[in-house]
């Protein structure tokens, strides 16, 4: 095969790509989760907030992703440097499946074992990190399993502003009309994708409460 | 006579509790003493569970005070009020992640007990309410529905509060595994003198667990009486009670004062 043939010559940049790919990945889905999940757990304690919330998540979700690149590239301190931009963009598409699912998870807890806990002297953030983010915790994951597998997808996209990442091989590879190197990309890409989700199933099940 | 029987350990002054426009409890006047049991009996909707939220103030009252020992229960902390006081409910309320040995020591445990009293506390009140300790280790799902609500009481009698609020909590199981239940919950009680608000639709429980039986009826209290009392009772809807459970009542209201 004259993929694998190329991918093996080049192994070290690929290698470097993936590196560089994993990295966006990882701290935007990190940073989505800090702002995610706090918001997730508010909106869920105060239903009046939900509808705002989780239908500005919905609308950042519909932008296209190299509209929000090309957006964002303009804004002083971020257009500097163009990985920040990169996470940013990335961060905010995370953020959807992250609030939602954390926001399900909290209200899908028997209200009758908060109350239990509530009127056994448990004060609020006992309840929450003893009782309610515990028992929340496998749908939470789920959904932070969700924003994995779409930032691996949408990371590819950050090599359009210079970022780099999986995506270089890929726009490289469309500009020399060269499958190799498109391959060359979209092999690993896919690769970490699978991984990751199987990675992330595998902790949710391990946390999951019985 | 108990000396603290002149201050009484709950009492309700004029509450009323409103939900929007719809009102829930009506000007309730109501004092349990130290030491009784006393039943809260009437059908769904008629303020029972309201009332017995009131009393660890999971509800503020929209009017009127709750006094427990003789203290306003909006005055001081809430959570040290909760945590002075049992609760029991149905759905039994028993957290799905801890196993029975967790659930039963929580309170004990957030009150910064050391764990060597904690542990020796949970063995000592699975003993006391028939659980064998080989079911310390195990989660809520492995229990029967009886086990379970052991461990509820368990749980409530944790670090020995003198007030027990329990709600409906051998309604969902069935009529063998209640009557032991309640055959037990006497003998507890006569040894543990606690003083207990118990909710239940089920005129016979109330007949055989209540020292007093509070009967209530669309937010509000209808007639407060022993369970021989109640009997005889003239009220009319106490009467149709009565009719309504039909024969055998004089014996479970025998047992229950026995």
Redesign the interface.
């Known amino acids: 095969m004259n993929v694998f043939r190329f991918i093996w010559q080049n192994h070290g940049q690929v290698l470097e790509l993936t590196l560089e790919h994993l990295r966006l990945v990882g701290f935007s889905t990190l940073l989505a989760m800090l702002i995610g999940i706090p918001l997730g757990i508010a909106i869920a304690h105060r239903p009046g907030f939900n509808k705002p919330v989780l239908a500005s998540a919905n609308i950042i979700q519909t932008i296209p992703s190299l509209a929000l690149f090309g957006f964002l590239l303009p804004v002083p301190w971020l257009g500097e440097r163009v990985d920040r931009l990169a996470i940013l963009a990335l961060t905010l598409y995370a953020l959807l499946p992250i609030i939602r699912s954390t926001y399900t998870g909290i209200r899908g807890v028997?209200p009758?074992?908060v109350?239990?806990?509530?009127?056994?002297?448990?004060?609020e953030s006992?309840l929450l990190f003893?009782?309610e983010l515990?028992?929340a915790l496998s749908v939470i994951l789920s959904g932070v399993r969700v924003a994995v597998v779409i930032s691996v997808g949408l990371a590819t996209i950050a090599a359009a502003i210079g970022a780099g990442g999986l995506g270089e091989f890929i726009f490289r590879g469309l500009a020399m009309v060269d499958d190799r190197v498109i391959l060359a990309g979209a092999i690993p890409a896919a690769l970490l994708a699978l991984v990751a989700d199987f990675g992330v199933g595998w902790l949710e099940r391990l946390l999951q409460?019985? | 006579m108990h000396p603290d029987s002149a201050i009484p350990m709950i009492e309700f002054r004029d509450v009323s509790y409103r939900v929007a426009s719809t009102s829930v409890l009506s000007r309730l006047n109501l004092q349990v003493q130290s030491g009784e049991t006393l039943v809260l009996l009437g059908r769904s909707g008629s303020g029972k569970t309201t009332s017995l939220k009131l009393v660890n103030r999971l509800l503020a009252p929209t009017s009127g005070e709750i006094r427990v020992k003789g203290v306003s229960n909006a005055e001081g902390d809430v959570i040290r009020l909760r945590r002075s006081i049992g609760y029991v409910i149905q759905d039994v309320g028993l957290f799905p992640h801890f196993t029975v040995e967790r659930n039963i020591g929580l309170v004990p445990r957030i009150e910064g007990w050391p764990e060597e009293r904690v542990r020796a506390r949970v063995l000592e009140l699975m003993q006391m309410v028939g659980l064998s300790p080989e079911l310390r280790r195990r989660r809520p799902h492995e229990l029967s529905g009886g086990q379970r609500q052991r461990v509820g009481v368990a749980r409530a009698l944790a670090a020995d509060p003198e007030i027990l609020l329990m709600d409906e909590p051998f309604g969902a199981l069935d009529p063998l595994t209640r009557d032991e239940l309640q055959r037990e919950f006497i003998l507890l009680r006569q040894r543990l003198h606690k003083t207990v608000v118990f909710v239940t639709h089920d005129l016979r429980e109330a007949l055989r667990l209540g020292s007093r039986i509070a009967l209530m009826e669309a937010g509000r209290l209808v007639t407060v009486a022993d369970p021989r009392e109640f009997l005889r009772s003239a009220d009319p809807l106490a009467a149709a009670y009565v009719r309504a459970f039909g024969d055998g009542l004089e014996s479970a209201a025998n047992r229950g004062t026995a």
């Open positions: 028997d009758a074992v109350e239990a806990g509530r009127g056994m002297g448990l004060t006992q003893q009782v515990p028992l409460p019985r």
